[in-house]
């Protein structure tokens, strides 16, 4: 019991860290492409020093072929994520890219159920219903045609549940990360070197100010995914996906408080009830007291 807590409680802490990096990417000015190679870059950096010092590199030299396959399977889901996610933001689909991630926990539910044969009681259907509803309203209220918004959250869905099937096989969630972010920052440079070399932006082109943000950016999207990978051990992936909702509605306190975007009473409704949705979710079922008696 006590671990499916410390799970819940990672996987609430790494969407909140989430949700506060769009703050830090507006004050880069690069390229979509170059800003998720140098998170990465940045990633495989941190988590490479980390597994130096607590010496723990020698799983990553055991790593077997089957495993980097794996790993490379959900890393390709997250790279694709990644993209749709900051293309939307970087062609002004902010509020699509939002919805994406609201709708995002029901897509986890539905395809950890397929994927991972993952239960989910009368409860928890009801909750991933009430998430659905909610990106409804999103959508209404924006009147925009979801397309970013789907891909989003089905992208999000499979790398989660790709994720989990991986840290079976691996089971060391600094390791994981590592590979993870080291194969799409490679894949990543080999594209940009070879099919947009004229739009490349080094870091000596950002100001000293921008590389701090960008470099603090970088480790708290570590933090997150560090912490989101601990969680994927302990507790179940539609659980993980669920708390996710936490980072839009973070998102979207942000641009109401920071940005002072206008904000009607079906949104706050639609966040309330995806509050509300995530509680149930995750609250242990109630004992029946006759059964309990009956003990």
């Not at 990417?25 to 130096?52: E, K």
């Not at 950002?206 to 970088?218: E, I, K, T």
């Not at 992936?237 to 909702?245: D, N």
């Amino acid at each position: 019991m006590r671990q499916k807590f410390t799970g819940i409680f990672y996987a609430i802490i790494a969407p909140l860290f989430y949700g506060l990096l769009p703050l830090f990417w507006r004050f880069v000015s690069l390229p979509t492409l170059d800003l998720i190679s140098y998170r990465c870059l940045f990633t495989f950096a941190i988590l490479g020093v980390i597994l130096l010092i607590t010496g723990q590199w020698v799983t990553v030299r055991n790593f077997s072929l089957n495993v980097i396959m794996k790993v490379a399977k959900s890393a390709f889901y997250l790279a694709t994520h990644l993209g749709f996610f900051m293309g939307a933001i970087a062609l002004g689909h902010q509020v699509e890219a939002a919805i994406g991630m609201f709708l995002a926990p029901a897509a986890t539910a539905v395809l950890s159920t397929i994927l991972l044969g993952e239960k989910l009681n009368t409860i928890k259907r009801l909750c991933v219903g009430i998430s659905v509803f909610s990106a409804i309203i999103f959508f209404y209220e924006a009147q925009e045609i979801p397309h970013f918004a789907v891909f989003i959250a089905l992208t999000w869905g499979l790398y989660l549940c790709e994720r989990k099937h991986a840290l079976k096989m691996v089971n060391n969630p600094l390791a994981y990360s590592w590979l993870e972010q080291s194969l799409i920052a490679g894949v990543l440079i080999v594209i940009l070197n070879s099919v947009f070399p004229a739009n490349i932006q080094p870091l000596t082109a950002v100001n000293s100010s921008a590389f701090l943000v960008l470099g603090g950016g970088c480790t708290l999207a570590t933090i997150a995914s560090f912490l989101q990978s601990k969680a994927s051990q302990m507790i179940d992936c539609s659980q993980v996906g669920m708390l996710g909702v936490l980072s839009p509605v973070v998102q979207f306190t942000v641009a109401v408080l920071v940005d002072q975007k206008p904000v009607s009473l079906l949104q706050l409704t639609a966040i309330m009830l995806l509050l509300i949705a995530v509680v149930l979710y995750n609250c242990p079922p109630l004992k029946n007291p006759t059964l309990s008696k009956a003990n």
